[in-house]
């Protein structure tokens, strides 16, 4: 504990000033630094990495950049990581027309980041799937965002940064157990191929989409990842992204929400957030939203629900038209995604959270596959 709010306390984004602060590293006084210690840095870095991420300014931290960052993070972690940087042919050949609609609207070409880290002694063990949202700048299309705030938009790749920093500090932990991170990485802006309201898309499982709101971008590009994530006969998949503003107006900073059809998975989520004080809530995933996306004029879904209410809930319906397996859980963090002065040991700015808990999760993953 000491030492995660010494060093997520100590973190400051100051790569593009001339004035840097002296850098300052923490050791526990009047004991040695002992395993407990290291295991609590090691936490701390992990959301250290995302909040480094998510302050980058987009026009440095494009969806390439991104992706070459994260490969070196988890090279340095040792031999059992494998990293693929997905181009855009790769992406069609996927036939990803949800993301890649998405992504067309911008001159930055897309990347589907794909991470596997090879912990378990079982090369055959199923494995925990983490997918993360990665929009590295979202105007909002041509349902543009006001001006007002959107520079914070840079951080809108929040899902994608805390996935990927959860399984760099799971490698750097040699936890024995296997994850794999899928993060589907583009802009969201406006050019003249930029999806229109009214586009029908179609997803890689063949559902038709129909594009109502631009801004509502994040649930397309996730849609096809989670199509993916199936490949792999997961043992669950997490998903995580800063997909509503709903979700910030229902639960603000206090937790990040949780949609999930699976009780199993619900309770290691609550109990690792519990270990790290970074909370979580759970959120319905009633047939009453699924309606609101599924009745579409002209296609089999609609990205928005029909109501304005509910959003945060009818955007969780919308993803889970494309899970199929036991145990989903989709971790709305639009709410969680920066912090004023609500955390005291985390300075003002983009927060990493909910890395910890990620984090923490998959360590009691990897402890109960060990006992069966």
């Excluded at 914070?152 to 991170?181: E, F, H, Q, Y």
Aim: hydrophobic content about 40%; proline content about 4%.
């Amino acid at each position: 504990c000491a030492a995660e709010g010494s060093v997520l306390g100590l973190f400051e984004y100051n790569e593009l000033k001339k004035k840097k602060k002296t850098a300052v590293t923490v050791k526990p006084y009047g004991s040695l630094e002992n395993e407990a210690w290291q295991r609590g840095v090691m936490y701390a870095e992990g959301q250290n990495l995302a909040r480094h991420l998510m302050e980058a300014p987009a026009n440095y931290l494009t969806p390439t950049s991104f992706a070459e960052i994260i490969q070196q993070a988890l090279h340095s972690t040792g031999d059992k990581v494998e990293v693929y940087i997905r181009p855009k042919s790769w992406i069609e050949e996927q036939q990803m027309g949800a993301f890649l609609s998405v992504a067309k609207g911008s001159d930055e070409e897309p990347v589907f980041l794909e991470i596997h880290y090879n912990g378990s002694t079982l090369s055959s063990e199923s494995p925990l799937v983490f997918v993360g949202k990665g929009i590295t700048f979202d105007s909002g299309g041509i349902s543009i965002k006001p001006a007002s705030g959107m520079d914070a938009m840079r951080a809108d790749m929040g899902g994608a940064a805390t996935v990927c920093s959860a399984i760099t500090t799971a490698a750097s932990l040699k936890l024995p157990l296997n994850i794999i991170g899928l993060a589907p990485l583009c802009e969201n802006m406006v050019n003249g191929r930029a999806n229109k309201p009214g586009d029908v898309v179609r997803a890689k499982n063949g559902k038709t989409i129909q594009v109502d709101n631009t801004d509502a971008e994040g649930r397309l590009i996730l849609a096809d990842a989670l199509c993916y994530a199936h490949n792999f006969n997961p043992k669950a998949v997490v998903n995580a992204a800063t997909l509503t503003g709903a979700m910030d107006v229902a639960l603000g900073s206090a937790a990040t929400g949780v949609f999930t059809n699976s009780d199993w998975l619900w309770e290691h989520l609550r109990e690792a957030s519990i270990v790290t004080g970074d909370r979580v809530w759970r959120m319905p995933l009633f047939q009453h939203y699924t309606r609101q996306v599924t009745e579409s004029q002209l296609a089999d879904l609609n990205n928005i629900g029909k109501y304005r209410s509910g959003g945060a809930c009818t955007a969780a319906a919308f993803l889970r038209e494309f899970v199929t397996v036991p145990h989903w859980a989709h971790l709305d963090i639009a709410g969680v995604m920066s912090n004023k002065d609500e955390v005291p040991y985390l300075r003002k700015g983009m927060a990493g959270r909910p890395t910890r808990t990620l984090v923490e999760f998959a360590v009691s993953l990897s402890q109960e596959t060990q006992k069966s």
